[in-house]
């Protein structure tokens, strides 16, 4: 996962520069992922964690609170955020995504959207919502699915979603491996990118810039974010922090090429003429 590397990136040049090492653990959500948290909390194994892909109602941060042990969030969650964390604003990201495509003259827009038990699903949902309500728009025409994250999620989402009668203009995806894997399935059905269909991202990983057509997405600074949250928790062990410290940063839009005003549909083109 590029977004990962880069993240990762981040903190293991930071942590190095500090004199830490860096430990990645991978666990599938569940009983074993927080037994694997008790374990190296038990056995001293680390001297603190960073938690990334918050949910909404998070385990492991619930634990990690109880036991007073040193961590940072890449993310918040509902309920008390009394724990230091980083996180970019999505629910602003999605509201630029949302003033773009409308000002381009589209209408009819899909949504390839995150898992929703991951909290920053939430947020970009509550940005999608908010905006375009209160620009009187998507009435009825906002399809959404549920990704994956993943290139090939964002290709299958892609392919159920242009193969309706009549298919949306524009598609938004909620990170860029499915925005770019909902542009091979444009390609693959025949349709031009940027020209028959407009697709968007979130996260701007570097095969953005470089995707054919580029990849128009909302830019957060992934490395940057790493380097954050490494040395607020390594701060944090050492007993430097007071108040847990909370920075949401706000994202922006990177405009390129994947993107162009809607084409008219049959619906469209009976009321031009």
């Known amino acids: 996962d590029p977004f990962f590397s880069e993240f990762i990136a981040g903190i293991g ?10 430990l990645v653990s991978t666990r599938t959500p569940g009983n074993e992922e927080l037994q694997a948290y008790k374990f190296n909390v038990e056995s001293q194994r680390v001297d603190g964690f960073i938690v990334v892909r918050t949910r909404c109602e998070d385990a492991r941060i619930q634990y990690l609170r109880q036991v007073n042990f040193p961590f940072v969030s890449f993310g918040r969650t509902e309920g008390s955020m009394d724990f230091p964390y980083v996180d970019e604003d999505g629910e602003y990201g999605m509201g630029l995504v949302i003033d773009y495509l409308s000002g381009l003259g589209h209408r009819r827009i899909a949504c390839i959207a995150p ?4 909290m920053f699903a939430r947020h970009r949902m509550v940005g999608i ?10 009435a009825g025409n906002l399809t959404l699915v549920e990704g994956d ?12 979603i242009l193969a309706s009668p009549n298919p949306p203009t524009a598609i938004m995806a909620c990170n860029d491996l499915m925005a770019l894997g909902a ?12 020209k028959d269909v407009s697709i968007t991202g979130f996260d701007n990983i570097p095969m953005a810039e470089h995707s054919h057509p580029p990849l128009t997405t909302i830019n957060q600074p992934i490395y940057q974010i790493g380097t954050m949250v490494c040395d607020m928790l390594i701060r944090r062990i050492k007993g430097e922090m007071g108040e847990p410290e909370q920075a949401l940063l706000t994202p922006s839009l990177i405009v390129r090429q994947s993107c162009g005003p809607a084409p008219l549909g049959p619906l469209e083109r009976e009321e031009v003429t």
Do not use: C, F
């Open 13 to 22: 040049n930071k942590a190095a520069q500090l004199g830490y090492d860096l």
């Open 115 to 118: 898992p929703y038990d991951l």
């Open 129 to 138: 919502n908010k905006k375009s309500a209160s620009l009187g728009m998507l």
């Open 183 to 194: 542009m091979s399935a444009a390609q693959d059905l025949g349709l031009v990118v940027g």
């Open 149 to 160: 994250l993943t290139q090939r999620g964002g290709y299958e989402a892609a392919k159920s």
